[in-house]
Protein backbone atom coordinates (compact mmCIF):
# COMPACT_ATOMS: atom_id res chain seq x y z
CA UNK A 1 0.00 0.00 0.00
CA UNK A 2 2.43 2.76 0.65
CA UNK A 3 4.71 2.13 -2.12
CA UNK A 4 1.39 2.72 -4.32
CA UNK A 5 0.99 5.39 -2.82
CA UNK A 6 4.52 6.79 -3.22
CA UNK A 7 4.15 5.95 -7.00
CA UNK A 8 1.15 7.99 -7.43
CA UNK A 9 3.36 11.12 -5.91
CA UNK A 10 5.98 10.32 -7.92
CA UNK A 11 6.86 10.60 -11.28
CA UNK A 12 9.46 9.23 -13.51
CA UNK A 13 10.17 11.41 -16.56
CA UNK A 14 11.61 10.60 -19.97
CA UNK A 15 13.05 13.47 -22.35
CA UNK A 16 13.23 12.03 -26.07
CA UNK A 17 15.33 15.01 -27.77
CA UNK A 18 17.30 16.04 -24.58
CA UNK A 19 20.82 16.95 -26.32
CA UNK A 20 18.93 19.74 -28.42
CA UNK A 21 18.94 23.65 -26.50
CA UNK A 22 15.45 23.42 -25.79
CA UNK A 23 15.79 19.96 -24.32
CA UNK A 24 18.85 20.88 -22.34
CA UNK A 25 16.76 24.28 -21.13
CA UNK A 26 13.63 21.58 -20.42
CA UNK A 27 16.04 19.53 -18.06
CA UNK A 28 17.87 22.28 -16.62
CA UNK A 29 13.78 23.55 -15.42
CA UNK A 30 13.05 20.62 -14.44
CA UNK A 31 15.92 20.17 -12.17
CA UNK A 32 15.39 23.42 -10.99
CA UNK A 33 11.86 22.76 -10.24
CA UNK A 34 12.29 19.28 -8.59
CA UNK A 35 8.25 18.56 -9.57
CA UNK A 36 5.56 18.53 -12.37
CA UNK A 37 2.04 19.41 -11.23
CA UNK A 38 2.60 18.89 -8.01
CA UNK A 39 4.69 15.64 -7.89
CA UNK A 40 8.41 14.83 -7.00
CA UNK A 41 10.40 13.74 -10.11
CA UNK A 42 11.50 10.36 -8.92
CA UNK A 43 13.87 10.22 -11.70
CA UNK A 44 15.27 10.90 -15.40
CA UNK A 45 15.81 9.40 -18.72
CA UNK A 46 17.06 11.71 -21.63
CA UNK A 47 17.63 10.21 -24.55
CA UNK A 48 18.80 11.84 -28.22
CA UNK A 49 21.10 10.37 -31.18
CA UNK A 50 23.75 11.76 -29.27
CA UNK A 51 24.80 11.14 -25.97
CA UNK A 52 22.64 13.76 -23.50
CA UNK A 53 25.22 15.84 -20.83
CA UNK A 54 24.56 14.55 -17.52
CA UNK A 55 22.35 16.16 -15.16
CA UNK A 56 24.01 17.64 -12.32
CA UNK A 57 22.80 16.99 -9.00
CA UNK A 58 21.55 13.59 -7.41
CA UNK A 59 18.38 12.72 -8.98
CA UNK A 60 18.47 9.27 -10.19
CA UNK A 61 19.01 9.32 -14.15
CA UNK A 62 19.49 7.45 -17.57
CA UNK A 63 21.55 8.79 -20.08
CA UNK A 64 20.65 6.98 -23.93
CA UNK A 65 22.14 7.47 -27.27
CA UNK A 66 19.74 5.86 -29.53
CA UNK A 67 18.14 6.79 -32.65
CA UNK A 68 14.15 6.61 -32.05
CA UNK A 69 13.39 5.64 -35.44
CA UNK A 70 15.64 2.56 -35.17
CA UNK A 71 13.26 -1.04 -34.08
CA UNK A 72 13.24 -1.62 -30.50
CA UNK A 73 14.46 1.44 -29.37
CA UNK A 74 11.09 3.37 -28.39
CA UNK A 75 10.35 -0.06 -26.49
CA UNK A 76 13.53 0.44 -24.38
CA UNK A 77 12.57 3.64 -23.70
CA UNK A 78 8.98 2.65 -22.68
CA UNK A 79 10.15 -0.22 -20.40
CA UNK A 80 10.26 1.92 -17.37
CA UNK A 81 7.06 2.94 -17.81
CA UNK A 82 7.57 6.71 -17.56
CA UNK A 83 4.63 8.68 -16.80
CA UNK A 84 5.52 12.11 -18.50
CA UNK A 85 6.94 11.91 -21.76
CA UNK A 86 8.58 14.76 -23.51
CA UNK A 87 9.03 14.32 -26.86
CA UNK A 88 11.37 16.81 -28.92
CA UNK A 89 13.14 15.06 -31.27
CA UNK A 90 13.30 15.92 -34.82
CA UNK A 91 15.07 17.06 -38.08
CA UNK A 92 14.65 20.39 -38.63
CA UNK A 93 12.92 22.48 -41.66
CA UNK A 94 15.82 22.92 -43.82
CA UNK A 95 17.16 19.58 -43.32
CA UNK A 96 13.98 17.98 -43.28
CA UNK A 97 13.41 19.19 -47.02
CA UNK A 98 16.51 18.91 -48.73
CA UNK A 99 16.42 14.72 -47.29
CA UNK A 100 13.12 13.46 -47.77
CA UNK A 101 13.58 10.29 -46.69
CA UNK A 102 15.28 11.29 -43.48
CA UNK A 103 12.86 13.47 -42.87
CA UNK A 104 10.08 11.25 -42.92
CA UNK A 105 11.89 8.42 -41.18
CA UNK A 106 13.06 10.53 -38.17
CA UNK A 107 9.74 12.93 -37.70
CA UNK A 108 7.31 10.83 -38.49
CA UNK A 109 8.22 7.27 -38.24
CA UNK A 110 10.06 8.10 -34.75
CA UNK A 111 7.11 9.33 -33.63
CA UNK A 112 4.60 6.38 -35.10
CA UNK A 113 6.53 3.62 -32.66
CA UNK A 114 6.63 5.84 -29.68
CA UNK A 115 3.13 6.06 -30.16
CA UNK A 116 2.97 1.90 -30.83
CA UNK A 117 5.35 1.20 -27.91
CA UNK A 118 3.26 3.15 -26.00
CA UNK A 119 0.05 1.35 -26.68
CA UNK A 120 1.71 -2.22 -26.88
CA UNK A 121 3.29 -1.70 -23.39
CA UNK A 122 -0.61 -0.64 -22.25
CA UNK A 123 -1.55 -4.12 -23.21
CA UNK A 124 0.65 -5.93 -20.13
CA UNK A 125 -1.21 -3.72 -17.64
CA UNK A 126 -2.99 -0.23 -17.44
CA UNK A 127 -0.73 2.54 -18.62
CA UNK A 128 -1.45 6.12 -20.04
CA UNK A 129 1.05 8.17 -19.94
CA UNK A 130 1.18 12.07 -20.71
CA UNK A 131 2.88 13.12 -23.80
CA UNK A 132 3.62 16.49 -24.91
CA UNK A 133 4.86 16.61 -28.06
CA UNK A 134 6.50 19.57 -30.03
CA UNK A 135 4.57 20.50 -33.47
CA UNK A 136 5.44 23.35 -35.39
CA UNK A 137 3.52 26.76 -37.13
CA UNK A 138 4.75 24.84 -40.51
CA UNK A 139 1.73 22.60 -40.20
CA UNK A 140 -0.13 25.59 -41.80
CA UNK A 141 0.35 26.62 -45.62
CA UNK A 142 -1.63 28.72 -47.77
CA UNK A 143 -4.01 30.02 -48.00
CA UNK A 144 -2.97 32.11 -45.25
CA UNK A 145 -4.70 35.11 -43.45
CA UNK A 146 -3.16 37.97 -41.57
CA UNK A 147 -3.60 36.14 -38.37
CA UNK A 148 -4.36 32.77 -38.38
CA UNK A 149 -7.03 31.32 -36.01
CA UNK A 150 -7.44 28.13 -34.04
CA UNK A 151 -9.46 26.68 -36.72
CA UNK A 152 -7.59 27.17 -39.19
CA UNK A 153 -6.80 23.88 -41.24
CA UNK A 154 -3.55 22.11 -41.97
CA UNK A 155 -1.90 22.76 -45.75
CA UNK A 156 1.68 22.44 -44.99
CA UNK A 157 4.22 23.35 -47.71
CA UNK A 158 7.13 21.70 -46.52
CA UNK A 159 8.07 17.93 -45.83
CA UNK A 160 8.75 19.15 -42.12
CA UNK A 161 5.07 20.62 -41.80
CA UNK A 162 3.38 17.29 -43.31
CA UNK A 163 5.70 15.29 -40.89
CA UNK A 164 4.19 17.79 -37.96
CA UNK A 165 1.05 17.28 -39.34
CA UNK A 166 0.73 14.18 -39.53
CA UNK A 167 1.78 13.46 -35.77
CA UNK A 168 -0.41 15.88 -34.49
CA UNK A 169 -3.16 13.25 -35.93
CA UNK A 170 -1.74 10.69 -34.59
CA UNK A 171 -1.31 11.98 -31.28
CA UNK A 172 -5.13 13.02 -31.71
CA UNK A 173 -6.09 9.35 -32.45
CA UNK A 174 -4.11 7.90 -29.83
CA UNK A 175 -5.38 9.98 -27.03
CA UNK A 176 -8.97 9.39 -28.31
CA UNK A 177 -8.30 5.96 -28.36
CA UNK A 178 -6.71 5.94 -24.45
CA UNK A 179 -3.72 4.99 -25.43
CA UNK A 180 -1.69 8.34 -24.46
CA UNK A 181 -2.77 11.44 -22.59
CA UNK A 182 -1.54 13.84 -25.56
CA UNK A 183 -1.28 17.63 -25.76
CA UNK A 184 0.82 18.57 -29.12
CA UNK A 185 2.25 22.08 -28.81
CA UNK A 186 2.68 23.94 -31.92
CA UNK A 187 6.04 26.39 -31.30
CA UNK A 188 6.31 29.39 -33.04
CA UNK A 189 9.99 30.22 -34.60
CA UNK A 190 12.19 30.17 -31.34
CA UNK A 191 14.82 33.18 -31.47
CA UNK A 192 17.36 33.82 -30.14
CA UNK A 193 18.62 30.51 -30.31
CA UNK A 194 21.62 30.09 -28.49
CA UNK A 195 25.36 28.53 -29.91
CA UNK A 196 25.97 27.80 -33.70
CA UNK A 197 23.30 28.19 -36.58
CA UNK A 198 21.43 24.97 -37.46
CA UNK A 199 20.29 23.52 -40.74
CA UNK A 200 16.46 24.93 -40.06
CA UNK A 201 15.18 27.89 -42.53
CA UNK A 202 14.31 30.06 -39.87
CA UNK A 203 17.73 29.99 -38.16
CA UNK A 204 18.61 33.73 -40.05
CA UNK A 205 15.64 34.58 -37.79
CA UNK A 206 18.15 33.77 -34.90
CA UNK A 207 21.06 34.79 -36.50
CA UNK A 208 20.96 38.48 -36.83
CA UNK A 209 20.66 39.25 -33.50
CA UNK A 210 22.97 36.38 -32.21
CA UNK A 211 26.30 37.15 -34.12
CA UNK A 212 26.09 40.89 -34.11
CA UNK A 213 25.87 40.82 -29.96
CA UNK A 214 28.49 38.44 -30.15
CA UNK A 215 30.74 40.61 -32.25
CA UNK A 216 30.44 38.43 -35.58
CA UNK A 217 29.04 39.44 -38.74
CA UNK A 218 25.57 37.82 -39.92
CA UNK A 219 23.97 37.04 -43.26
CA UNK A 220 20.11 38.16 -43.98
CA UNK A 221 18.63 35.82 -46.56
CA UNK A 222 15.45 37.15 -46.70
CA UNK A 223 13.56 41.37 -47.30
CA UNK A 224 12.99 43.23 -44.25
CA UNK A 225 9.36 43.12 -44.84
CA UNK A 226 9.02 39.23 -43.91
CA UNK A 227 7.07 38.66 -40.75
CA UNK A 228 7.02 36.00 -38.80
CA UNK A 229 5.89 34.30 -35.08
CA UNK A 230 8.56 33.81 -32.11
CA UNK A 231 8.66 33.33 -28.88
CA UNK A 232 11.84 32.62 -26.69
CA UNK A 233 13.85 29.01 -25.34
CA UNK A 234 12.52 30.30 -22.26
CA UNK A 235 8.94 30.83 -23.43
CA UNK A 236 9.62 27.41 -25.05
CA UNK A 237 10.59 25.72 -21.64
CA UNK A 238 7.67 27.68 -20.00
CA UNK A 239 5.15 26.09 -22.53
CA UNK A 240 6.48 22.30 -22.33
CA UNK A 241 6.07 22.66 -18.58
CA UNK A 242 3.01 24.36 -18.69
CA UNK A 243 1.89 21.34 -21.16
CA UNK A 244 2.70 18.55 -18.76
CA UNK A 245 0.68 19.74 -15.76
CA UNK A 246 -2.67 20.90 -17.81
CA UNK A 247 -6.00 19.58 -17.34
CA UNK A 248 -6.17 17.84 -20.32
CA UNK A 249 -9.78 17.42 -20.09
CA UNK A 250 -10.05 21.04 -20.73
CA UNK A 251 -8.65 20.10 -24.11
CA UNK A 252 -11.41 17.60 -25.35
CA UNK A 253 -10.78 16.02 -28.93
CA UNK A 254 -8.63 18.93 -29.71
CA UNK A 255 -5.22 18.00 -28.31
CA UNK A 256 -3.00 20.17 -30.45
CA UNK A 257 -2.54 23.78 -29.77
CA UNK A 258 -0.83 27.16 -31.26
CA UNK A 259 1.37 28.68 -28.65
CA UNK A 260 1.39 32.41 -28.23
CA UNK A 261 3.93 34.39 -29.40
CA UNK A 262 4.86 38.01 -30.69
CA UNK A 263 4.45 38.97 -34.70
CA UNK A 264 7.44 41.15 -35.83
CA UNK A 265 9.04 41.73 -39.35
CA UNK A 266 12.70 41.53 -39.82
CA UNK A 267 12.89 45.33 -39.86
CA UNK A 268 11.35 45.13 -36.62
CA UNK A 269 13.78 42.74 -35.52
CA UNK A 270 16.64 44.75 -36.21
CA UNK A 271 14.98 47.91 -34.78
CA UNK A 272 14.64 46.28 -31.64
CA UNK A 273 18.22 45.04 -31.84
CA UNK A 274 19.49 48.47 -32.49
CA UNK A 275 17.38 49.66 -29.31
CA UNK A 276 18.96 47.09 -27.63
CA UNK A 277 23.04 47.16 -28.84
CA UNK A 278 23.09 50.23 -30.44
CA UNK A 279 23.83 50.37 -34.51
CA UNK A 280 26.99 49.22 -34.72
CA UNK A 281 25.70 45.73 -34.00
CA UNK A 282 23.09 46.61 -36.53
CA UNK A 283 25.91 47.37 -38.74
CA UNK A 284 27.27 43.64 -38.45
CA UNK A 285 24.17 42.25 -40.31
CA UNK A 286 24.39 41.82 -44.07
CA UNK A 287 21.72 41.51 -47.14
CA UNK A 288 22.46 38.04 -49.19
CA UNK A 289 19.54 37.07 -50.91
CA UNK A 290 18.55 33.42 -51.05
CA UNK A 291 15.58 32.27 -53.46
CA UNK A 292 15.18 29.00 -51.85
CA UNK A 293 15.15 30.38 -48.48
CA UNK A 294 13.00 33.10 -49.12
CA UNK A 295 10.91 30.63 -50.88
CA UNK A 296 10.19 28.24 -47.83
CA UNK A 297 9.58 31.15 -45.07
CA UNK A 298 7.07 32.68 -47.48
CA UNK A 299 4.70 29.86 -47.02
CA UNK A 300 5.26 30.19 -43.23
CA UNK A 301 1.69 31.92 -41.55
CA UNK A 302 3.08 35.40 -40.08
CA UNK A 303 0.52 35.43 -36.96
CA UNK A 304 -1.56 33.75 -34.44
CA UNK A 305 -4.66 34.05 -32.11
CA UNK A 306 -3.88 31.48 -30.01
CA UNK A 307 -6.68 32.12 -28.01
CA UNK A 308 -7.20 28.57 -26.51
CA UNK A 309 -3.75 28.74 -25.61
CA UNK A 310 -3.53 32.17 -23.98
CA UNK A 311 -7.07 30.98 -22.05
CA UNK A 312 -5.35 27.80 -20.44
CA UNK A 313 -2.35 29.61 -18.88
CA UNK A 314 0.41 29.74 -21.99
CA UNK A 315 1.62 32.90 -22.07
CA UNK A 316 4.79 34.28 -24.54
CA UNK A 317 6.55 37.15 -25.19
CA UNK A 318 5.24 40.78 -26.24
CA UNK A 319 8.10 42.80 -27.46
CA UNK A 320 11.21 41.75 -29.34
CA UNK A 321 13.03 43.71 -27.13
CA UNK A 322 12.30 41.39 -24.47
CA UNK A 323 13.25 38.26 -26.55
CA UNK A 324 16.50 39.87 -27.47
CA UNK A 325 16.94 40.85 -23.34
CA UNK A 326 16.07 37.50 -22.45
CA UNK A 327 18.94 35.95 -24.56
CA UNK A 328 21.26 38.21 -23.09
CA UNK A 329 20.36 37.01 -19.72
CA UNK A 330 20.44 33.53 -20.16
CA UNK A 331 23.39 33.06 -22.50
CA UNK A 332 25.81 36.54 -22.58
CA UNK A 333 25.70 37.08 -19.37
CA UNK A 334 26.34 33.57 -18.07
CA UNK A 335 30.02 33.32 -20.62
CA UNK A 336 30.45 36.95 -18.98
CA UNK A 337 31.05 35.63 -15.46
Given amino acids: MHSFAKREMDMNILVIGAAGMVGRKLVAALLAAGQVGGKAISALTLADVVAPAAPGGTLPHTLVAA ?93 YGTQKAICELLLADYSRRGFVDGVGIRLPTIAVRPGLPNKAASGFFSGIIREPLAGQEALLPVDESVRHWFASPRSAVGFLLHAAALDTGLLGAQRNLSMPGLAATVGEEIAALGRVAGPKAVGLIRRVPDPVIAGIVAGWPQAFEAKRARALGFVGETSFDEIIRIHIEDELAVVSK
Avoid: C, M, W
Avoid at 111 to 125: K, P, V
Fill in 67 to 159: DLSQPGVAEGLIAARPDLIFHLAAIVSGEAEADFEKGYRINLDGTRLLLEAIRHESQNAPYRPRLVFTSSIAVFGEPLPSVISDSHEHTPLTS
